[in-house]
């Protein structure tokens, strides 16, 4: 079998801790994603995985938490919409379109940097109604690409903490000039969530790469007041933290009081209805 070769800078290289972890996730006993197609992906890369030291067996079930609680409200959201359009931003080499398995209705586009985009082209199928864009997530070039009229999920899982603050803003004010209805999902780090993960960056790849702290829900809605939050939870508190290890449950209870460290990972779900459609509940 020929490998597939990867040249990515660092923060594209993210897109293999992440695909990593899924695949370290698919071998343990409970699986938490089950995903045999991050496996099988990893076998077609080459690449040293062994470098990915952040990435093993005790950090690969949180990674593996976070995609299915983003798996969660991607199939919530079509569950009401059956015709309905996803765009996957900082899609990475992430296979949630096959794990999430969308109907004949739903139109699915992942984004992400040209070389990652690349590198997806050649370790995964075609599918129909799917469609990769390569492009960064900052650039307007995407949304043209992407039809506008039925209820949109944006999703976009490990991403916004790569932007910096006005990047996001822009970003979101864009998605919403944009589209006219639908919902945005994403996760962030509070200001301690974005220091650890720096420090662990700049050990696994020598320098930080995060930049945009979201402490709270406000913030975003501040910024692009269009945007209503529908949810805002800590990571260790969602429903899919229940699938983590009896002792991150146990240290959840604790930390409960210490908001700094209950907000470390924080996951967010907006709705936005443009005023030119004004279309009822925002969906
Ligand atoms: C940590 S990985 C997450 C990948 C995927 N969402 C997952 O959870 O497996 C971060 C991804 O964001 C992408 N990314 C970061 N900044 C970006 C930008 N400005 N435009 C497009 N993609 C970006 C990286 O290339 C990488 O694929």
Redesign the pocket.
């Known amino acids: 079998m020929t490998q597939v070769k990867v040249r990515l800078d660092t923060?594209?290289e993210?897109?293999l801790?992440?695909?990593y972890g899924k695949a370290i996730d698919a071998r343990m006993t409970p699986s938490i994603l089950g995903d045999e197609m991050a496996v099988q992906a990893i076998e077609k890369i080459d690449y040293d995985f062994s470098r990915l030291k952040a990435m093993n067996r005790r950090v690969a079930p949180y990674a593996a938490a976070r995609?299915k609680h983003f798996d969660d409200w991607t199939s919530e959201f079509l569950a009401r919409h059956e015709r309905a359009t996803v765009v996957h931003l900082?899609?990475?080499?992430?296979p949630r379109v096959w794990r999430v398995n969308p109907g004949p209705g739903v139109s699915w586009y992942d984004?992400?940097?040209p070389e990652?985009i690349d590198v997806r082209g050649k370790l995964f199928p075609a599918r129909s109604n799917y469609r990769m864009i390569a492009s960064?997530?900052?650039s307007p070039d995407w949304l043209t690409q992407v039809p506008t009229e039925a209820p949109t999920l944006i999703v976009a899982?490990?991403?916004t903490m790569?932007?910096h603050p006005e990047q996001g803003h822009e970003l979101f004010s864009r998605i919403v000039d944009r589209f006219q209805h639908g919902v945005i999902a994403f996760d962030g780090h509070n200001w301690l969530g974005i220091r650890i993960v720096n420090i662990m960056l700049q050990r696994a790849f020598g320098t930080p790469l995060l930049h945009w702290a979201i402490n709270d829900q406000y913030e975003v809605e501040r910024a692009e007041p269009r945007l209503h939050c529908i949810d805002a939870l800590s990571a260790l508190s969602a429903p899919s933290a229940a699938a983590l290890p009896w002792s991150t449950r146990m240290f959840t209870r604790l930390i409960q009081p210490l908001r700094p460290l209950r907000d470390l990972g924080l996951y967010f779900r907006y709705q936005f209805s443009s005023a030119r459609t004004a279309h009822p509940g925002g969906e």
Do not use: H, I, P, R
Not at 90 to 94: E, H, K, P, S, T
């Open positions: 923060v594209m993210t897109a801790v992440t695909l995609s900082g899609a990475g080499l992430d984004v992400d940097y990652v960064s997530v900052t899982e490990g991403l790569y932007l």
